[in-house]
């Protein structure tokens, strides 16, 4: 096989991905107006729905312009040589390859978030807010902006510079270890991830004490779920869109609840939802996932391993110096169609791990109240009631309102 015919395979899988994509979001968009199910009816007024339709609408289009540029970029940057011009800068700094790997995807990245920015500015300051749900100010979503980068830099770039060393020091079982290393970092990340990273853009609270407390303690009693922690975000600093989540392990396990959840439900609703994340850690989904995802990575590194070496992948982006960081970008590519199936994999067992903690807090506290929160939440974020089938397949990671009511009614 020749570079340039690795080239135009690289070029076939994003136009290809584009134009899957394109065909799902299309097949979704002529689902928008069809009849709210009958079991449902009680989510939306007609004005509400309308208001949906006209959201979900303008999102679709949005979505259009801000992936079809993203793509044309992209092939442009493909078919110019962006990546050998980046790669050349580069090694004019130094000629140490952990040196020139950090600048290379350093330049790659920031450029590519700046070019992102307008985008996201006038997604969250004009879509978001003419629907009522931004509550970000501009402070706050330039200090994000600025608290990411610097995240990425320190976490990513000492990732990047081990796994470049251990490709040079190892050779062909340097996968063995940058599988470890991950596997270590994923590992901390889930454990202290509420700990050391929410801190620095949210504020978290003790829930305080009272009647909403009171009942938690009372539900996580009665199914022998020590719970010491559970906390409330500021989330409405951003969105008036709720959410509530498990994180952590032994001592370091919490239940973290959105400001805007408290407000927006019954207490006994909040209880049915904190029950529902109570089954995902009982039913074992957390470590599932956390073992999912370090075993996906370990194949990946592997596959990794027996092409990054190869100059062909270097020679396919016009790149004459063969080097780890631009094999990287090539076999990223190549590798996207794996990776888009064991995303439909996952998607498909997380879909099933919500019936799962959907039944559990059904048995272990009630179905109702559940269902009440569910049909609020999708109220108050103009959720789509009625998903393309295809769409829910290849994108959901939750059943549809519709199939999680129908689950919680069954016998």
Known sequence: ?????????IIGILIINFTV???????????FNDPIPEELNDVYDTVEYQKSQLYKDENYRFGIITSSLSLIATLAFFFFDGFALVDNWSRSFSENNIVVALIFFGVIMLASDIISIPFSYYHTFVIEE?????????????????????MIIVIGGLLLSLIVWFYETTGDVFWLYAWGIIAIFSFFMNLF?????????????????????SKIESYANKVGFKLNKVFVIDGSKRSTKANAYFSGFGKEKRITLY??????????EIVAVLAHEVGHYKKMHIVFNLIATIATTGFTLWLLSLFIG?????????????????????????YSPISEITG???????????YQADDYARYTF???PLISALKKLSKNSLSNLTPHPSYVVAYYSHPTLLQRFKNLNKN
């Open 1 to 9: 096989m020749t570079p340039q015919t690795i080239f135009y395979i």
């Open 193 to 213: 991830y509420a700990r050391l990273i929410v801190p620095l853009f949210n504020k978290q609270t003790p829930l305080e004490e009272g009647s909403l407390r």
């Open 130 to 150: 003419k629907y009522g749900f931004n509550k970000t100010t501009t402070r706050t979503f330039i200090l994000d902006k600025i608290k990411s980068w610097l």
């Open 366 to 368: 009630d179905g109702p």
């Open 21 to 31: 994509d394109k065909v799902l979001d299309y097949l979704n968009a002529k689902h």
């Open 259 to 268: 400001d805007t959840l408290i407000k927006d439900l019954e207490e006994d």
């Open 310 to 334: 190869n100059s062909l992948l270097s020679e396919a982006l016009h790149v004459s110096q063969p080097s780890f960081h631009i094999g990287l970008i090539a076999f990223g590519v190549l």
């Open 344 to 354: 439909l994999v996952m998607n498909f067992i997380s879909r099933k791990f919500e």
